[in-house]
Structure formats: C-alpha cells, structure tokens
C-alpha cells in the first residue's frame, strides 16, 4: 500500500485533457513539500515530468502541468497523444518516514 | 550529459546477499548538494524508494528495509553500492539507480536503465 493514492486508471481520446490525483498527508504534501511527477513509458525507466509541484524540466511539453492544494497534487495532460500513454507516478518527501515516497501509478490509457 | 548504470546479479538464490553497483559519469559525488538513491519495482507495480547517499556521506534508507540495506559511495571511481541482504522472492524487481535533484527538492531527475533481479531457487 502506497503512501501516496493515485487513480489506478484514466483514460481520454486524443485532444482530450486528462487529470492525475494524488493524495497525501499531513507528514508529506500537507507538510508542504512538493509532490514531483515521473512518466513511465513501457519497459522503460522513469522520466522526470514535473518537479517541485509545478516546474516542467527541460525538454517536457507545456501540455503537461502540475498543481497542489493542501494534501494533494495533480497532473493535467492536455492535447492528449497516443505518445502520452504510460504509467505515471507521483512522488514527495514524507517527514514521518524520513523519505522519498511514492503513490501506486497510474495507467493513462489514451482511447 | 549525466548517467547512471545499474550493474550486479540477474539471479539470487533466497536467504542470499545482493550486491548491487551503480557507475554514473557527468557529475561527481564530492561536489556539494549531489546524492544518489535506488529504487525499484517489482514486475507489474508500483516504484518503491530503498536507500540515498549523499555527498558528505549521509545515508538514508527506507524504514521498512532498513535492516537490510547499505548504501556507500566511492567518489574515485563514480560508483554507489547497494547491498541486501537475505533476499526473498517478494525482493524480485527492477532496482534503478537514480541522481538526486540539486536545489533543495527531494526528486530524481536522471535515472539509470534498470536491472531486472529475479530471487528464486
């Protein structure tokens, strides 16, 4: 059981925009560290999507964004492409833990 | 250009110690504010954090495995070793090792390709 909860599944036709939810606690997003994005395409190691909540790395599409509100997070996709679809994670610092944590991953599913 | 390359044993036998390596070039664990960590993931789930190191030699590992874990760098040959010890089938994942993210975020921003280790008789 992950620390952070994602949707298992999402899913939306190309063009479409699609939302990821991750949720926390007190100890990691509500404690005001900031909840990171990974990308995940198959068979291949995770990519860096979004960091420090809301900041895109070099090189990431503005079509991907990341926002958060008290103890979660969320990840928008916009102008869904078939390219888009793969396993995306969440990720933070929990103080209780005194760790990297992570959610379970969601499976984006492009229609 | 930073990388990182996972090395070590596709097979374990239960009861076993894995020995996991980490060779990184484009950036160098003397340098203030750098780390790497190891994570894995079992086939079919979710990424789980194991250990970090940091430049000065602060290491951190998950609670949950702390037992079981060491983390240690060798700045003179760019490596970072991962043990663990008395392996079980439930261990049986893709560990990658990662470079931590500078500037204060607790991230990973470069990632090595991953090694499949399969614990089993």
């Known amino acids: 059981q992950s620390v952070l909860t994602q949707p298992p599944s999402v899913s939306g036709a190309p063009g479409q925009r699609v939302t990821i939810s991750c949720t926390g606690s007190?100890?990691?997003?509500?404690?005001?560290?900031?909840v990171h994005w990974y990308q995940q395409l198959p068979g291949t190691a995770p990519k860096l999507l979004i960091y420090?909540?809301?900041y895109r790395p070099s090189g990431v599409p503005d079509r991907f964004s990341g926002s958060k509100s008290g103890t979660s997070a969320s990840l928008a996709i916009t102008g869904l492409q078939a390219e888009d679809e793969a396993d995306y994670y969440c990720?933070?610092?929990?103080?209780?833990?005194?760790?990297?944590?992570f959610g379970g991953g969601t499976k984006l599913t492009v229609l | 250009q930073i990388t990182l390359k996972e090395s070590g044993p596709t097979l374990v036998k239960p009861t076993q110690t894995l020995t996991l390596t980490c060779t990184f070039s484009?950036?160098?664990?003397?340098?203030?504010?750098?780390?790497v960590g190891w994570i894995r993931q079992p086939p079919g789930k979710a990424l789980e954090w194991l250990a970090l190191i940091y430049w000065n030699d602060d290491k951190r590992y998950s609670p949950s495995l702390k037992s079981r874990l060491t983390i240690t760098k060798d700045t003179s040959k760019n490596q970072v070793v991962l043990t663990m010890t008395n392996m079980d089938p439930v261990d049986t994942a893709t560990y990658y090792c990662a470079h931590s993210c500078s500037s204060g975020y607790y991230c990973f921003d470069y990632w090595g390709q991953g090694t499949l280790v399969t614990v089993s008789s």
């Open positions: 990720q933070s610092y929990d103080s209780s833990l005194s760790g990297w944590v």
């Open positions: 484009g950036f160098s664990l003397s340098t203030s504010g750098m780390g």
């Open positions: 420090g909540s809301t």
């Open positions: 007190s100890s990691n997003i509500g404690a005001r560290y900031d």
